[in-house]
């Protein structure tokens, strides 16, 4: 039970990661200095996506399901509806290359207001 719950915890922890490299610069406009954490976080995302790197709270949640015995696997609410978003089926290099396009171009329109007055834009 304590292995499977440490998992759920690092799932929620990866899930919130993941939202905030999606939606990060959006909180920049309110809170700039949020900029400084989300660029770098947004850039490995990209890397995640484009290189193939693995996230290391993947590895690390897997591990604590293993030894679980992975039965939350095939039941429960988040590992129903929330872990298909985060692994989905059929994700191949193309896809994820598409999935990076958009991150980039959703961290720029993010950024767009901070460009235009600096001139950048």
Excluded: N
């Amino acid at each position: 039970m304590l292995y499977r719950l440490i998992a759920d915890i690092l799932f929620l922890v990866h899930f919130a990661f993941i939202l905030f490299v999606i939606f990060g610069g959006f909180l920049s406009r309110r809170w700039p200095k949020a900029a400084g954490v989300h660029l770098p976080v947004a850039a490995y995302g990209v890397g995640i996506s484009v290189v193939g790197w693995t996230c290391p709270l993947t590895p690390l949640e897997w591990h604590f399901r293993w030894h679980a015995g992975a039965e939350g696997l095939e039941g429960g609410w988040i590992d129903h509806y929330i872990v298909p978003l985060i692994y989905p089926a059929g994700l191949t290099p193309g896809i994820q290359l598409g999935l990076a396009i958009g991150l980039v171009g959703l961290t720029l329109l993010a950024y767009w207001p901070f460009l235009k007055r600096r001139g950048a834009a």
